[in-house]
């Protein structure tokens, strides 16, 4: 028989089995993001149009998700179609309990493996990086008669590129069901200082604290890409035209910049061949070519794994090459990310 402990514990209110039951439902609501909820809701889709085109019974065992791997593999990416069946087990689980052991069968692991050997060799179609000059081209074509938009546009690109941020982090979905704004960063956060800027950029998915991270972006004096220059710009006309509202980016149109509005306002400037991903790919290329070390890029860019480096897009052999070659180039002042939890940038 338990015997009661020494130490006192807060009278507390009993709950009923309803609300506990309803409490639990809200929690389990929140386990995932708006947006991979919507992914998976695509995933699961893919399967069932599978399953009915080949008249297989919905039910995900071995067989049949192997077969849908070597499928979906022929398709899309197999690495794709890993995340894919992520996204078919935690919808399926609840009808069919035994999804994950199907999932992590010889079978299907197997099938997945000879699919990566087979289908996985070709060469990745990526979105060149942005460079310093990039940045320097797209500034002086603004600064000719630059609108509301136009300074968003440029404390944007400057503050993405310097912060290694994620444009999604910058801007909202355009999907309105993928949209949150808990994940909007405020204008109250804001704060400027002789020759930085910092904010709170709200968690994001290697936050695993869900605490956020104070970003810190550097002045750059005399320069053209000066990030603080923008921002101050940017941000006496939106206080100007939008004093009451409470997001940081705000459109002419008084609403939260779209990942397409920002998207498509950088390759009519510069190209089809750059994209969202062109912003924290350049800002990382350039701390390496600046010879900063490694694990201060990561701690930087917010990355909990090495999966950072996929973003440097020159060759190892060219970075050290191109470091050592340039004995007189100069460190620029990048953003610095200092998170609310010491370890929450890292694993």
Not at 102 to 123: E, F, I, N, T
Not at 243 to 269: D, E, M, N
Request: proline fraction near 6%; hydrophobic fraction near 40%.
């Amino acid at each position: 028989m338990l015997q009661p402990l020494s130490a006192k514990q807060p009278k507390r209110v009993a709950w009923s089995l309803e609300r506990l039951i309803r409490e639990r439902a809200i929690a389990l609501g929140h386990a995932l993001e708006a947006s991979t909820i919507a992914a998976y809701e695509s995933h699961l889709q893919s399967y069932l149009s599978f399953c009915n085109n080949h008249r297989f019974p919905i039910e995900p065992t071995a067989d049949t998700l192997s077969f849908y791997v070597v499928y979906m593999c022929h398709h899309v990416k197999p690495s794709t179609v890993g995340t894919y069946l992520s996204g078919i087990c935690n919808l399926l689980e609840p009808y069919f309990p035994n999804v994950r052991e199907s999932r992590s069968s010889p079978m299907v692991c197997r099938s997945l493996a000879g699919m990566k050997k087979l289908r996985g060799l070709q060469p990745a179609n990526r979105k060149r990086a942005l460079t310093k000059e990039d940045l320097s081209s797209i500034i002086k074509q603004l600064d000719c008669n630059p609108s509301y938009d136009d300074r968003l546009f440029a404390a944007m690109l400057l503050t993405g590129f310097f912060g290694l941020l994620r444009l999604g982090e910058l801007t909202v979905p355009d999907n309105l069901r993928k949209r949150s704004f808990k994940k909007v960063i405020m204008r109250h956060t804001l704060s400027t200082e002789t020759a930085r800027f910092t904010f709170i950029l709200p968690y994001h998915k290697a936050d695993r604290f869900y605490a956020g991270n104070t970003v810190i972006i550097e002045a750059l004096p005399g320069s053209p890409i000066n990030p603080f220059h923008h921002m101050c710009q940017y941000v006496a006309m939106r206080d100007a035209s939008f004093p009451l509202l409470p997001a940081l980016w705000i459109t002419a149109q008084g609403q939260p910049p779209t990942y397409s509005w920002f998207v498509s306002r950088l390759q009519k400037l510069i190209g089809n061949d750059v994209a969202g991903h062109s912003l924290r790919s350049g800002g990382a290329t350039a701390l390496a070519l600046a010879g900063v070390a490694d694990n201060a890029i990561q701690a930087m860019g917010r990355w909990s794994s090495d999966t950072w480096r996929i973003y440097i897009r020159k060759h190892p052999v060219l970075l050290q090459a191109m470091m050592h070659g340039h004995s007189t180039f100069q460190t620029p002042s990048f953003n610095t990310s200092l998170s609310a939890h010491p370890i929450s940038s890292r694993e």
